[in-house]
């Protein structure tokens, strides 16, 4: 009997660590991959070994950060209808147990960047542990500013692929990723608003109420719109289309699918079905993968 309640809350204990680190959120840094995949460079067995140390980088850079910022928000996080179950908040793990994994967490992934792939890497890192440590701390309770900086730390993983890989992103590419990004950061605002329970209630550790609701529906309506007219644009004036595509006219077709995408998940934030985060949603919901399904065959028949 000793050893199953052993064995139970060992279990138990693993499952929260688990919790707590979040993998299932390190399918973001495929942005690393991504510089490369549009620049139409060739691909080597060199780059390619650079590019997973650089994931299992960011990875364990965004596990610290997702840490920190439980613990800093455990408090509002208790008072939520999901979050209340976070491992910090349920008192699962105490907090400096998770501090102490955070900062060795952080000390890996500097280690592995700059030694396994650059100094320049490493400080690109480094600069992204120190945004997410800022946001956690302070930046995320101010209307405006915390999308803005979450977009940026989506871009800065594009960024630090484009280091990883020597093929630094292009214009357009940072053109899309900004709206792209604020679009989805705008997204998540809605989706945690409309699942607040009473209008006169602020959205907990952040500066979000009902009242700011039609803001966010603009805004992300207008983010989604400049995301299209980027791959409009890209499509019509760029010269890399001809350059780059056997059949571009199949680009067209993705332009429609992002459009479709990101109308569902502005349809489903009104709902407040996501869940709180659009991307880890989308990674689900099978009309979203139906939707990058084809949007994928459509630009592997343009190339």
């Known amino acids: 009997m000793s050893d199953t309640a052993d064995s139970e809350g060992m279990a138990s204990s693993l499952s929260a660590w688990f919790?707590?680190?979040?993998?299932?959120?390190?399918?973001?840094?495929?942005?690393?991959?991504?510089?490369?995949?549009?620049s139409h460079a060739s691909i080597s067995a060199g780059m390619c070994m650079k590019l997973v140390v650089g994931m299992v980088a960011m990875s364990l850079a965004a596990s610290a950060g997702y840490i920190v910022n439980d613990i800093k928000d455990a408090t509002f996080d208790r008072l939520h209808v999901r979050k209340r179950h976070r491992p910090i908040a349920a008192r699962l793990i105490r907090p400096k147990q998770a501090l102490?994994?955070?900062?060795?967490?952080?000390?890996?992934?500097?280690?592995?960047?700059?030694?396994?792939?650059?100094?320049?890497?490493?400080i690109e890192v480094a600069a992204y542990l120190v945004a997410t440590a800022a946001y956690s701390a302070y930046f995320k309770r101010f209307v405006g500013t915390d999308v803005a900086i979450l977009t940026g730390?989506?871009?800065?993983?594009?960024?630090?692929?484009?280091?990883?890989?020597?093929?630094?992103?292009?214009?357009?590419?940072?053109c899309?990723?900004?709206?792209?990004?604020?679009?989805?950061?705008?997204?998540?605002?809605?989706d945690e608003v409309s699942s607040i329970s009473t209008p006169a209630t602020m959205l907990l550790g952040r500066g979000y109420t009902h009242v700011h609701r039609s803001s966010l529906l603009a805004g992300t309506g207008f983010f989604a719109f400049?995301?299209?007219?980027?791959?409009?644009?890209?499509?019509?004036?760029?010269?890399?289309?001809?350059?780059?595509?056997r059949d571009?006219?199949?680009?067209?077709?993705?332009?429609?699918?992002?459009?479709?995408?990101?109308?569902?998940?502005?349809?489903?934030?009104?709902?407040?079905?996501?869940?709180?985060d659009p991307v880890m949603f989308a990674a689900a919901d099978p009309v979203s993968l139906?939707?990058?399904?084809?949007?994928?065959?459509?630009y592997i028949q343009a190339v």
């Open 19 to 38: 919790s707590l680190i979040r993998p299932a959120h390190w399918i973001k840094n495929l942005l690393l991959v991504v510089p490369v995949i549009f």
């Open 100 to 122: 102490s994994a955070a900062i060795g967490m952080a000390a890996a992934s500097l280690t592995l960047a700059a030694a396994g792939v650059s100094a320049t890497v490493g």
């Open 153 to 174: 730390l989506y871009v800065w993983r594009l960024l630090i692929g484009g280091e990883i890989t020597a093929t630094p992103p292009s214009p357009w590419l940072i």
């Open 176 to 190: 899309l990723s900004v709206n792209l990004f604020m679009a989805l950061a705008l997204i998540k605002r809605i």
């Open 226 to 245: 400049a995301t299209v007219i980027t791959i409009l644009g890209y499509l019509a004036w760029s010269n890399a289309v001809v350059l780059y595509y």
């Open 248 to 276: 571009p006219v199949w680009l067209w077709g993705t332009a429609v699918v992002v459009c479709l995408w990101l109308v569902h998940l502005w349809r489903r934030a009104i709902d407040g079905t996501i869940g709180g």
């Open 290 to 298: 139906a939707l990058v399904g084809l949007g994928t065959a459509a």
